[in-house]
């Protein structure tokens, strides 16, 4: 008999709290406390990370929801009340990405932060989030891609918990969850790597990099999973919005490298920066 997990942690008087929930809220605290860290690093404030996040965190959250609710519509409409279930899932990081970064653009805005440096700060450690939450769908049994065999889960060398995890719905399956939770943790520390180089980024292209390196992952890992959300049920709408987040992040890097000779570099760039905040 497989051992599969059980996607409730415990019972909080006699409510069910989700892995779900104490991975993604894991997942934000992590991120949260290294782009303190960092900020702290090149001179600006903790607190303008913390202020961005009571801000920035919820409405992410709404938007994450949002998005996955207006690309499944018809399921939402037959039944109003499961808007407000996000403990079963339900939510798109690319949702929870606009959102944030819309929050981010006026937050940077109104603090004068150059909101290039913000992002900077905050992308390698946006994108650990992201690896760290896939592991919230694999304890809900979701985000997984079409049949497979054991022998191939095998073949991988994945741990048991993991092959008998993927046993879904009388089939094994592909671990998406893990192909992407991989390809996003292998982005972070190229960007840690690249970030830490003197003299080699520019800013604002760390989180270039972040977008075109999770857009080329999550292109192809979309195309695997089963429980994709459709744009006019023609396309996977993550598939298109990852291949124009690819090409047009690629255009806006070599026209800014082009057009603007005296591009600060990253690691430099926040002297001037702290000046106005």
């Known amino acids: 008999m497989l051992a599969q997990i059980n996607r409730v942690a415990f019972e909080l008087a006699g409510i069910p709290i989700y892995w779900y929930a104490l991975i993604i809220v894991s997942g934000i605290i992590i991120a949260m406390w290294l782009s303190t860290r960092e900020a702290v690093r090149v001179g600006m404030k903790a607190d303008d ?7 920035g965190l919820p409405l992410s959250i709404i938007g994450a929801r949002l998005y996955y609710i207006l690309f499944d519509l018809p399921q939402y409409i037959a039944d109003p009340i499961q808007i407000f279930n996000i ?8 949702g929870g990405l606009i959102a944030g970064g819309l ?3 006026f937050f940077t805005k109104y603090h004068f932060i150059s909101p290039w440096t913000f992002l900077d700060i905050a ?15 694999f304890m809900n049994h979701e985000a997984f891609g079409p049949e497979t065999t054991r022998s191939f889960l095998e073949s991988l060398h994945l741990p048991q918990f993991i ?16 192909y992407e939770s991989v390809w996003s943790l292998l982005g972070v520390i190229l960007l840690l790597v690249l970030r830490k180089r003197p003299h080699l980024l520019k800013k604002g292209e760390v989180f270039l990099l972040y977008l075109i390196w999770y857009s080329f992952g999550r292109f192809f890992i979309e195309g695997l999973r089963t429980d994709s959300l459709y744009f006019l049920n023609i396309i996977r709408i993550s598939q298109l919005l990852s291949a124009v987040l690819f090409i047009g992040t690629i255009i806006v890097f070599i026209l800014r490298r082009k057009k603007d000779k005296n591009l600060t570099d990253y690691d430099r760039s926040f002297g001037d920066n702290q000046s106005i905040i």
């Open 103 to 105: 929050t981010m653009y």
């Open 87 to 94: 403990r079963s899932g339900g939510l798109a990081i690319y």
């Open 163 to 178: 092959i008998e995890n993927m046993y879904i719905d009388g089939a094994f399956r592909q671990p998406t969850f893990l």
């Open 49 to 55: 990370v913390t202020d961005f996040m009571l801000w």
């Open 123 to 137: 992308a390698p450690s946006v994108l650990l989030a992201q690896a760290i939450g896939r592991w919230g769908n």
